[in-house]
C-alpha cells in the first residue's frame, strides 16, 4: 500500500493540513483542513493562540478518513514556548510583532559587537529575533524562567503536545540567532549574555527524523501506530526543500507573508558584506545553507486587505494595482516602521508624503505602490546576492502562496531581468511531506524529491520584458531611507 503522511503547516495568517500519497514517482496531495491563524492583542502585547492551534490539528487528524503513516509540523520561526517539568505552558506566547523588542537589538550590540554575533550565529539582525525576545522576557517575567524546563519553537511545542518528547528541530533552531552555525550547537557565550540557561534546550533533531509515535490519547480510534517525524519545521526551510530546480543557477523567493529571497548554498556566506547586507544563513535541510533576506512581503498588502474591511479579494486589490497609474509613489518595504504599524495605509500614506512623493488614494494606487517597491526591492537583494556568492543568477523560482500574482511575478521578471518560474504554491507543505517520505524510505534523497516536485506540480514561466520603462524609477527607489 503506497506511504501516506500528512503536513501540518501553519502561516501567521492561516494553517493546513494536507496529506500526500507517493504512487508513480509522483505525490498526490489532499487539503484535509484549512483554518485562519492571527496574533491576539490583550494589554497592548500580541500573542499566539497555540491552544487553538493545536485543536486545529486535532480536528484535521480526527477528520481525515483516509490512514495515515506520518505526520510533521512546520510554522513560523524565531517565536517559542516555555513549558514547565509537567509539560505546562509557563507564559503566553508572544508574536513575534509584538513591541517589547522595539530597541532591543541596539540594546545587546552595545555589549556584544555585532560582527561577534554574525560570527557566531550568521543571521540577519532582525528585532524580533528569539534572543531579543528571550532577553526582554528574562527581563521583564523572571519567574518564567524560573518556573521553566524546556525552551520549544512553536512547532517544536506541537510536536512535543502529540509525542510527549521535547525536542530542538535544527533548521529553525538557526533562525533564533542563538545557535552556533560552525559548531551546530547553542551558543554558550550567547546565552549566557542574556540569562538564559543551556539547560532549558533539549536535544537537537535534524529534519527527517522520527520523533516518535503519537501518544496515546491523541487519535483513540486509530489503532495503526502514527510516527512523527520533524521536517525543516521552520516553514521557510520547507519551502527551500520543494524548489523545483532543475539547475544550479537559481535564486528563490519564497513568497508569503514574508518574501525570502535568496539562495541555496553549501557553505555559510559570513562575510564582512554579507554583515552589511544583512543577509542571513539560516540551516537547511540536508545540511545545505539558506543565504537569504527577510523583504516585508504580502504582509504589506494582507494589512491593507484587513484595513478595507476585508471589501476587496487579493484578487481584485492585484486587479485594480494592474489598472492603476504606474510608478507614482515607491516605498521601502523593509522599513521598520512596516513591520506593525497601527494603520498600514496610513503608514504608506505617510511615507510617500514625507519622501515627496505623490500619496496613493485609492486600493488600486496603495497595492500598486507595494506590489512596484516588493518587485524593486527583489532587484536590490538579487543584486547584492550576486555581489555577497559571486552565483550566476539566471532565474527566480517563486513558490508559495504568493505566486499566484501574477501581475508580481511579471514586474520581478521584469525588474531583475531574470525569467521567474512561479510553482508550487503549496511549496512549504511539499516540502515538509518530502521529508516525511524521504524518512519512510519512498524517495531516496533531495535531488530526486524536487524532480518529483516538478513532475508532479509543473510551474509557469514569465520572461521579462522591456526595462526602460522602469530604469528611472529604479533611481528613485534606491534613494528611499
Ligand atoms: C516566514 C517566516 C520567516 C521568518 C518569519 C518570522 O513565515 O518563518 O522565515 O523570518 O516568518 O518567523
Given amino acids: 500500500m503506497p506511504k501516506s503522511c500528512i503536513a501540518v503547516d501553519i502561516g501567521a495568517s492561516s494553517g493546513r493540513l494536507i496529506r500526500s500519497t507517493f504512487e508513480e514517482g509522483r505525490l498526490k496531495l489532499e487539503e484535509i483542513h484549512r483554518f485562519s491563524n492571527r496574533m491576539t492583542e490583550q494589554d497592548g502585547h500580541f500573542f499566539w493562540d497555540v491552544d487553538s492551534l493545536f485543536q486545529e490539528i486535532l480536528t484535521g487528524l480526527k477528520g481525515t478518513a483516509h490512514r495515515f503513516d506520518s505526520v510533521g509540523i512546520d510554522t513560523w520561526g524565531v517565536d517559542y514556548v516555555l513549558v514547565d517539568k509537567d509539560g505546562d505552558r509557563v507564559s503566553p506566547v508572544y508574536a513575534y510583532r509584538d513591541h517589547r523588542t522595539d530597541g532591543t537589538l ?87 549574555a542574556i540569562g538564559i540557561p543551556k539547560s532549558l534546550f533539549p536535544v537537537v533533531v535534524h529534519p527527517g527524523t522520527v520523533i516518535g509515535n503519537f501518544k496515546e490519547g491523541i487519535l483513540p480510534e486509530n489503532d495503526a501506530p502514527v510516527k512523527v517525524i520533524a521536517p525543516g519545521t521552520h516553514d521557510t526551510a520547507s519551502a527551500i526543500a520543494a524548489i523545483p530546480a532543475v539547475s544550479e543557477d537559481f535564486a528563490y523567493i519564497s513568497s508569503g507573508t514574508w518574501s525570502l529571497m535568496g539562495i541555496e548554498s553549501k557553505t555559510p556566506i559570513c562575510t564582512e558584506l554579507s554583515r552589511q547586507y544583512n543577509f542571513t544563513n539560516e540551516g537547511g535541510v540536508f545540511d545545505t545553507v539558506r543565504v537569504l533576506k527577510n523583504i516585508m512581503g504580502l504582509w504589506l498588502i494582507q494589512e491593507v486587505k484587513r484595513l478595507y474591511k476585508d471589501r476587496h479579494s487579493f484578487a481584485e486589490l492585484v486587479r485594480l494595482a494592474a489598472a492603476s497609474e504606474p510608478f507614482k509613489c515607491l516605498v521601502n518595504p523593509n522599513s521598520n516602521r512596516f513591520l506593525n504599524p497601527a494603520n498600514m495605509v496610513e503608514e504608506i500614506q505617510a511615507y510617500c508624503g514625507e519622501t515627496g512623493q505623490a500619496v496613493p488614494e485609492t486600493p488600486g494606487e496603495v497595492a500598486r505602490c507595494i506590489f512596484e517597491s516588493l518587485a524593486f526591492q527583489y532587484r536590490d537583494v538579487l543584486k547584492k546576492l550576486r555581489s555577497v556568492s559571486g552565483k550566476e543568477i539566471n532565474r527566480i523560482h517563486i513558490v508559495g502562496g504568493g505566486c499566484q500574482n501574477e501581475f508580481l511575478n511579471q514586474l520581478c521578471a521584469d525588474f531583475t531581468g531574470c525569467t521567474v518560474q512561479a510553482g508550487p504554491m503549496e511549496a512549504t507543505a511539499i516540502g515538509n511531506l518530502l521529508l516525511q517520505h524521504i524518512a519512510l524510505g519512498d524517495i531516496p534523497d533531495l535531488k530526486e524529491g524536487r524532480k518529483v516536485v516538478l513532475e508532479s506540480f509543473g510551474n509557469k514561466t514569465f520572461v521579462p520584458s522591456d526595462s526602460k520603462t522602469f530604469l528611472p524609477h529604479w533611481d528613485t527607489f534606491t534613494r528611499l531611507p
Fill in 106 to 192: 541596539e540594546k545587546i550590540t552595545s555589549v556584544m559587537p555585532s560582527e561577534k554575533i554574525y560570527e557566531k550565529t550568521g543571521i540577519q539582525f532582525l528585532p524580533f529575533n528569539t534572543l531579543y525576545q528571550l532577553y526582554e522576557h528574562a527581563r521583564t517575567r523572571p519567574q518564567d524562567m524560573e518556573g521553566a524546563k524546556h525552551l520549544l519553537l512553536i512547532p517544536d511545542y506541537l510536536h512535543f503536545l502529540l509525542t510527549g518528547i521535547a525536542t530542538n528541530e535544527f533548521t529553525n533552531a538557526t533562525t533564533t540567532q542563538l545557535f552556533n552555525i560552525t559548531d551546530k550547537r547553542w551558543d554558550s557565550e550567547l546565552l549566557e
